[in-house]
T-cell receptor, first 110, second 115 residues
Framework: GQNIDQPTEMTATEGAIVQINCTYQTSGFNGLFWYQQHAGEAPTFLSYNVLDGLEEKGRFSSFLSRSKGYSYLLLKELQMKDSASYLCAVRTGGGNKLTFGTGTQLKVEL | DTAVSQTPKYLVTQMGNDKSIKCEQNLGHDTMYWYKQDSKKFLKIMFSYNNKELIINETVPNRFSPKSPDKAHLNLHINSLELGDSAVYFC??????????????FGPGTRLTVL
């Protein structure tokens, strides 16, 4: 089976930096996605990593280490609108099937 | 213009009833998915169709039957609804089934409440 772990909740201050970790144990790893989901809304795509290293996209960056089964999402210059759930999803095999972690609820405070 | 749309947005029904949820995407994608998100916000794949062909069928009760009349539509019919079926159901689509930068685009969700 597959196991994907994320912290359940995190709190950070507006303007700060926060790192949300995701660890996974899977076979046939073929990519890792991060999604953002605001309460009552659909998940929206943030980032994709398939090779080791850092992918940067504006205020958001995502890192992957395949040998360690580890990824993180880094959010800089936090804004109140970043309060949301952040979902780590692992793709395995040759297709596009995603297995999601339980999500990390991030609360940004003043 | 909505990329992935679902109807209805809310569905409240009695145990034992049969209901359908409809999904449409206007992105020209070949692959569509149904997910279930439970009360703990855990998002789990149920079904996937690629070019109208069923390619993922997770361990889902056979009361759930997906149907894809064409590549742009994927419907979900649920028979004999049970209390445990209460959840948010998300439809999603992606350009194709193969790997690569193949993000999935999600619809707004259908909140199903079974009384």
């Amino acid at each position: 089976g597959q196991n994907i772990d994320q912290p359940t909740e995190m709190t950070a201050t507006e303007g700060a930096i926060v790192q949300i970790n995701c660890t996974y144990q899977t076979s046939g790893f073929n990519g890792l996605f991060w999604y953002q989901q605001h309460a009552g809304e659909a998940p929206t795509f943030l980032s994709y990593n398939v090779l080791d290293g850092l992918e940067e996209k504006g205020r958001f960056s995502s890192f992957l280490s395949r040998s360690k089964g580890y990824s993180y999402l880094l959010l800089k210059e936090l804004q109140m609108k970043d309060s949301a759930s952040y979902l780590c999803a692992v793709r395995t095999g040759g297709g596009n099937k995603l297995t999601f972690g339980t999500g990390t609820q991030l609360k940004v405070e003043l | 213009d909505t990329a992935v749309s679902q109807t209805p947005k809310y569905l409240v029904t009695q145990m034992g009833n049969d209901k359908s949820i409809k999904c449409e995407q206007n992105l020209g994608h070949d692959t569509m998915y149904w997910y279930k998100q439970d009360s703990k916000k855990f998002l789990k794949i149920m079904f996937s169709y690629n070019n109208k062909e069923l390619i993922i069928n997770e361990t889902v009760p056979n009361r759930f039957s997906p149907k894809s009349p064409d590549k742009a539509h994927l419907n979900l019919h649920i028979n004999s609804l049970e209390l445990g079926d209460s959840a948010v159901y998300f439809c999603a689509s992606s350009q194709g089934w193969t790997s690569g930068y193949n993000e999935q685009f999600f619809g707004p969700g259908t909140r199903l409440t079974v009384l």
